[in-house]
């Protein structure tokens, strides 16, 4: 159901003044620490069912805690661990977590123990034509998954809600892995509660490397976890007792404090070099739109990458969109800039469209999301600060080739069939994908797609209606064509048929925005036999959860 409350907020205007606690400010002095670690079993405490209402939970001012970038280490909260030949377990558990100053914040995540080394939600990395193997063993109180977002897979290994693990269950995940080199994501995906349980912590990475990959790596020479680094980007509305708060059927679940690799008000010293990072967006409902601000005015960008690996060439941008569950890969050139020179990581405000049928508002504005910036307001994200190598030179990286990898251009889908979704909101207030709702018509197939066909798919949304990211489980696609675009999309059109830079790469999730059509290319060759069964949603993570997501099988 739409959040009238939070709707009324944002079409009083509230300005960018409002972004999330103070902005910048929180950087003039920097915490000591070096960043969060596992917590004891002493410190863990039970979450079941906590879904309190916000509307009682006291509004906080909460206590900035600036720290140094969580960059993926050996242990801790997202250590790296390379999948290799032995089954991996991780357990859906919870425990508490040193996030913030004071008190410690219980998360749900998902924990491994290698050899007596600790580890919770971690980056994975594989290589492509490995198979992966992960044991799920579900030690929370209700049911849950991994789902592997963006890989090409199989129904059984999806981990949607179709195959939920129950409390104290297993569940086995082993797939060869098909992808191109990209980063990934795993998260939790249990019907009704993704949503509440991806807020309070199950998601995170999976890198996938391929030969194109490490020859791309190997010419810039940009050491992983030195000079290419991992930014998960996220929002969580936190509580005066440092708790993730949460509640079951509020729309467009956004927070009032960013962290990222759950690093609240991060810090990154890098040097006069070039750097790459791999921008994820893991908040529930939040899009940014990330720039990086020298003085006031962006750095340039080179985008190489999105949610399925390497363009076919490097385009120039100042500023992306990045919505729930897409990925963003870009270079960044600090070579030219001065020891204590400082750049910010820095959403920049953007006109939310957020066009829902007014007749619905009421007040008692923000109710849920107290101390958080409304959707489109610009945001400060992460200070990164210029600083001397050891011999006080520059680190000069080689020219980016033209040709970045052999992703095949466009195909020519002149004579594919065209399936037509139509998003909207109807008048009790439930999103619908072709007048389909989860909660009204179950999760038996909307339609059915035979396997080795190609089709495109059209996807309008209704003027009357919010930007939508639109994922698709099992199967990657291209962008065919933008029509009805919004002024600031239809503006960053580099391609025919309206498409952007981040249309060009092979993606899992496409945002339409309101009063927009964009039509995308399928091909359905898998390997597999027999139904499958995959979902359409939407990855507002609240509209997922109230329905906004249908079934689709291919079969043979």
């Known amino acids: 159901m739409t959040d009238p409350n939070r709707r009324t907020l944002l079409l009083a205007g509230v300005g960018a003044s409002t972004a999330l606690i103070g902005g910048a400010v929180w950087w003039r002095s920097r915490n000591a620490g070096s960043g969060p670690s596992v917590g004891s079993a002493s410190a863990e405490r039970s979450l079941a069912d906590t879904e309190k209402s916000s509307a009682e939970a006291e509004p906080t001012e909460a206590e900035p805690t600036v720290a140094n970038l969580r960059i993926p280490g050996r242990e801790g909260l997202l250590a790296?661990?390379?999948?290799?030949?032995?089954?991996?377990?991780?357990?859906?558990?919870?425990?508490?977590?040193?996030?913030?100053?004071?008190?410690?914040?219980?998360l749900w995540?998902?924990?491994?123990?290698?050899?007596?080394?600790?580890?919770?939600?971690?980056?994975?990395?594989?290589?492509?034509?490995?198979?992966?193997?992960?044991?799920?063993?579900?030690?929370?109180?209700?049911?849950?998954?991994?789902h592997w977002h963006g890989m090409h897979i199989d129904e059984a290994n999806d981990g949607s809600g179709l195959h939920p693990v129950a409390p104290g269950d297993e569940r086995v995940y082993q797939f060869e892995v098909r992808n191109r080199a990209g980063l990934y994501l795993y998260h939790a995906h249990p019907h009704g509660r993704t949503g509440m349980q991806f807020q309070r912590g199950l998601a995170s990475a999976l890198l996938v490397l391929d030969d194109e990959e490490i020859a791309l790596r190997q010419r810039l020479d940009l050491p992983w976890g030195e000079r290419d680094i991992p930014l998960l980007i996220a929002d969580k509305q936190i509580g005066a007792d440092n708790a993730i708060q949460y509640e079951i059927g509020a729309d467009d679940w956004i927070g009032n404090r960013v962290l990222i690799n759950w690093t609240p008000e991060p810090v990154l010293d890098v040097v006069p070099g070039l750097y790459r990072f791999r921008l994820a967006n893991v908040a529930n409902a939040r899009m940014f739109r990330p720039a990086f601000l020298h003085r006031g005015e962006p750095l340039p960008m080179t985008l190489i990458g999105s949610d399925g690996g390497l363009l076919a060439k490097p385009w120039p941008v100042d500023d992306l969109f990045l919505a729930p569950a897409q990925r963003l890969d870009v270079l960044v050139d600090f070579s030219e800039l001065e020891p204590g020179d400082e750049v910010m990581l820095h959403s920049l405000d953007y006109v939310a469209m957020?066009?829902?049928?007014?007749?619905?508002?009421?007040?008692?504005?923000?109710?849920?999301?107290?101390?958080?910036?409304?959707?489109?307001?610009?945001?400060?994200?992460?200070?990164?600060?210029?600083?001397?190598?050891?011999?006080?030179?520059?680190?000069?990286?080689?020219?980016?080739?033209?040709?970045?990898?052999?992703?095949?251009?466009?195909?020519?889908?002149g004579a594919w069939p065209l399936r037509p979704f139509v998003l909207r909101l109807d008048d009790a207030g439930r999103w619908l994908i072709n007048d389909w709702n989860m909660h009204l018509n179950g999760h038996a197939p909307m339609f059915e797609v035979k396997r080795g066909a190609r089709e495109v798919w059209e996807i309008r949304n209704s003027m009357a209606s919010m930007p939508h990211p639109?994922?698709?489980h099992g199967i990657q696609f291209r962008v065919v064509r933008r029509t009805l675009s919004p002024p600031d999309i239809r503006g960053r059109a580099v391609a025919g048929d309206g498409l952007g830079p981040t249309d060009l790469g092979l993606l899992d999730t496409v945002v339409i925005w309101p009063g927009e059509t964009v039509a995308i290319a399928l091909d359905f060759a898998q390997p597999y036999r027999g139904p499958q069964r995959y979902m359409l949603h939407c990855h507002n993570l609240e509209h997922e959860d109230m329905g906004m997501m249908v079934t689709f099988a291919v079969v043979d």
């Open 354 to 413: 957020e066009n829902e049928d007014e007749a619905t508002f009421q007040p008692n504005l923000m109710r849920h999301h107290p101390g958080a910036a409304p959707m489109g307001s610009a945001i400060d994200l992460m200070q990164i600060r210029v600083v001397a190598t050891g011999d006080g030179a520059r680190v000069h990286s080689p020219p980016l080739p033209p040709t970045l990898s052999s992703l095949p251009p466009l195909p020519d889908t």
């Open 470 to 472: 639109i994922h698709v």
């Open 109 to 146: 995540h998902y924990a491994a123990d290698v050899a007596g080394v600790a580890m919770a939600n971690p980056l994975l990395s594989i290589m492509r034509g490995q198979t992966l193997h992960v044991r799920l063993h579900n030690a929370l109180g209700e049911d849950t998954t991994i």
């Open 80 to 106: 790296e661990f390379k999948l290799g030949a032995e089954p991996l377990l991780l357990r859906a558990n919870e425990a508490a977590f040193a996030l913030f100053s004071g008190a410690a914040t219980p």
